[in-house]
């Protein structure tokens, strides 16, 4: 395995009807899908002014992106996200990261 680490992409609308708090408590549902794949490290999810939703997961690596994608479908969690997610708008990509930085609330 390699050490690069993997950020996955995602964007997509919600079915109409769908509020955002409504979409929020379902995703969080999905932490527990996450802490089940080896590898997971980080997990962000926001709706720009358009309306399109977009996360962003890191992964330790390439092959623990593609590991949790492959059981993706058949986790519950992540079947009762996707019942609010119109499919015809999802994309999705990989891509190693060349630059990270996070700061600590202590050093902000």
């Given at each position: 395995?390699?050490d690069i680490?993997?950020?996955?992409t995602v964007?997509?609308?919600?079915?109409?009807?769908?509020?955002?708090?409504?979409?929020?408590?379902?995703?969080?549902?999905?932490?527990?899908?996450?802490?089940?794949?080896?590898?997971?490290?980080?997990?962000?999810?926001?709706?720009?002014?358009?309306?399109?939703?977009?996360?962003?997961?890191?992964?330790?690596?390439?092959?623990?992106?593609?590991?949790?994608?492959?059981?993706?479908?058949?986790?519950?969690?992540?079947?009762?996200?996707?019942?609010?997610?119109?499919?015809?708008?999802?994309?999705?990509?990989?891509?190693?990261?060349?630059?990270?930085?996070?700061?600590?609330?202590?050093?902000?």
């Open positions: 395995m390699s680490q993997i950020i996955e964007t997509f609308r919600t079915i109409a009807g769908v509020s955002d708090s409504d979409l929020t408590a379902v995703a969080k549902g999905l932490n527990a899908y996450l802490d089940r794949c080896e590898g997971f490290r980080a997990r962000t999810l926001y709706k720009d002014a358009s309306g399109l939703w977009h996360e962003h997961y890191v992964w330790a690596n390439d092959a623990a992106a593609k590991a949790a994608d492959a059981g993706f479908m058949a986790a519950p969690e992540a079947q009762a996200f996707m019942a609010l997610v119109d499919r015809d708008t999802v994309s999705m990509g990989h891509a190693p990261i060349t630059l990270a930085r996070t700061v600590s609330p202590e050093t902000a």
